[in-house]
């Protein structure tokens, strides 16, 4: 089962707000990663965080892995449509893989 | 391949049916994962493979639940005696397995049991 809270569980913003979710755990990690599934289709990586206190840019999103290795954040800037999608944290310690529950971003335009 | 391949796409299944989801690993990954996404719901682990070891099979809802993992690439997951519970969204995953490797999924199989 999932060991991860994540939150906010949905979010419906204005086109061109900035957006930000977040994940909590009980137990450490080694791995932070965020996860975007569009409709029908599998999970897509979006940002790998590997090191405390880590904070990583890729485009418009940006993400760090807390400094007590428990917890992480996602933030996107300038929202557009098609960040629609619900948005999964994950985190990884050796092979061992826990998913949140999702963040469902909605973007009106 | 270039990616993580699932089969089929969707499966209509009556209740009591045996069913075989299928998924080919990226090439040259030696872990693979199987999730379970329920319709709304997060992602569920099921099982997970590395390499030749025994598999993590702590996730498997129940007895009916199966998998296996051929030449350490292709998996198949059986569902025995299906159920309406069972009706979901089936995901494979697969990486590296170096712990510090990030899973790569496939589209996934949406099974409804009618």
């Known amino acids: 089962g999932q060991q991860l809270n994540q939150s906010p569980q949905s979010m419906f913003i204005q086109e061109g707000e900035d957006v930000s979710m977040n994940c909590t755990s009980s137990s450490i990690f080694n791995t932070w990663l965020w996860y975007k599934q569009d409709p029908g289709e599998g999970p897509v990586l979006l940002i790998a965080?590997?090191?405390?206190?880590e904070l990583t840019s890729n485009g418009r999103l940006t993400a760090q892995f807390g400094i007590t290795r428990k917890d992480s954040f996602l933030n996107i800037s300038a929202s557009i449509p098609s960040d629609v999608g619900i948005y999964f944290c994950?985190?990884?310690?050796?092979?061992?893989?826990?998913f949140g529950a999702g963040t469902r971003l909605t973007v009106k335009p | 391949g270039a990616g993580v391949s699932q089969s089929p796409s969707n499966k209509v299944t009556e209740k009591g049916k045996d069913v075989e989801l299928r998924c080919d690993p990226i090439?040259?990954?030696?872990?693979l994962y199987w999730y379970r996404q329920s319709l709304g719901q997060g992602l569920e682990f099921l099982i997970y493979?590395?390499?030749?070891?025994?598999?993590?099979k702590s996730g498997l809802p129940s007895d009916r639940f199966s998998a296996e993992r051929t030449g350490g690439s292709v998996s198949t997951l059986t569902i025995q005696r299906t159920q309406q519970e069972d009706s979901a969204v089936y995901l494979c995953?697969?990486?590296f397995g170096t712990g510090l490797s990030p899973l790569h999924f496939g589209n996934g199989t949406r099974l409804t049991v009618t």
């Open positions: 994950a985190g990884q310690l050796r092979n061992d893989m826990r």
């Open positions: 090439s040259g990954h030696t872990a």
């Open positions: 995953a697969s990486s």
């Open positions: 965080l590997y090191k405390a206190g």
């Open positions: 493979f590395q390499g030749n070891s025994a598999p993590d």
